[in-house]
């Protein structure tokens, strides 16, 4: 595993749940407005946590903590994912799984083998196009034709996985919730409707309000200013789609 942080203590990333953040490291999405840009890659200078430190750590939590939040990075792309959730659960934590869904194969072992109790998974974007401007080379070349969401990631995918990972979380029994930053000069308050359309009758979704503290590419400063979303707004529309929506800021 690749840890590249732990924050020992939070009331805020698992819902009603005293935890533990771990934070592995690497993503196979290029984000702009990613707030862990120093998770992305893999390198010498990474910041990083044995796993013999974690667990010792966490054995010291036992009876102390509820459970162990697993984000990124993208927790899904490590070779050893299920081997270390195993041994969280081995200690009797609960655990909540951070995902962008690439991996449907990996959430569905997960969820049949119980071995998680939560899961969010982020969405980036509304499955359609990218709008093009007129006579560009995307409208005329399917080669050239580029998915709202690939343009928000920053790389190109099979989409048909994202689709797969919401549909088998929307299926499964445990408690999950999708979410979306919305980050101005990006997205539309059309985009969100678009994605409550794809989501419909999903338990919960939640917009996270974007802020330029720490981003991934500072070229997005140039996209967001002067921009505006009235995130509160869009929330309320979204409510016929899901069964709980909410802002967080």
């Known amino acids: 595993m690749f840890i590249g942080g732990l924050?020992?203590?939070?009331?805020?990333?698992?819902?009603k749940k005293i935890a533990c953040t771990v934070f592995t490291l690497g993503c196979n999405f290029r984000c702009q407005f990613c707030?862990?840009?120093?998770?992305?890659?893999?390198?010498?200078?990474?910041?990083?946590?044995?796993?013999?430190?974690?667990?010792?750590?966490?054995k010291n939590r036992i009876g102390k903590l509820d459970g162990v939040c697993i984000t990124g990075g993208e927790p899904a792309i490590q070779e050893d994912i299920i081997k270390f959730i195993k041994k969280i659960k081995k200690l009797?934590?609960?655990?909540?799984?951070?995902?962008?869904?690439?991996?449907?194969?990996?959430?569905?072992?997960?969820?049949?083998?119980?071995?998680?109790?939560?899961?969010?998974?982020?969405?980036?974007?509304?499955?359609?196009?990218?709008?093009?401007?007129?006579?560009?080379?995307?409208?005329?070349?399917?080669?050239?034709?580029i998915t709202k969401y690939e343009d928000v990631i920053g790389v190109k995918i099979d989409i048909e996985k994202i689709k797969e990972s919401a549909s088998v979380i929307m299926s499964s029994p445990i408690d999950y919730e999708f979410r979306?930053?919305?980050?101005?000069?990006?997205?539309?308050?059309?985009?969100?409707?678009?994605?409550?359309?794809?989501?419909?009758?999903?338990?919960?979704?939640?917009?996270?309000?974007?802020?330029?503290?720490k981003i991934f590419d500072e070229k997005l400063k140039n996209t967001t200013r002067g921009k505006t979303l009235d995130i509160d707004a869009i929330a309320g529309k979204l409510k016929e789609y899901f069964g709980k929506v909410g802002v967080r800021r």
């Open 180 to 213: 979306t930053t919305a980050v101005p000069g990006i997205h539309t308050e059309e985009n969100f409707i678009e994605i409550g359309k794809w989501l419909n009758g999903a338990k919960a979704y939640y917009i996270q309000e974007y802020r330029e503290i």
């Open 35 to 58: 707030h862990n840009p120093e998770l992305i890659m893999v390198g010498e200078n990474s910041p990083r946590v044995t796993e013999r430190e974690f667990f010792k750590f966490l």
């Open 7 to 15: 924050e020992k203590f939070t009331l805020i990333d698992y819902p």
């Open 92 to 145: 009797g934590f609960l655990v909540k799984f951070d995902t962008n869904g690439i991996r449907p194969d990996i959430i569905k072992e997960l969820v049949t083998e119980k071995l998680i109790d939560y899961i969010a998974m982020d969405i980036k974007a509304p499955l359609g196009l990218k709008s093009q401007t007129p006579n560009s080379k995307s409208q005329t070349n399917p080669k050239f034709q």
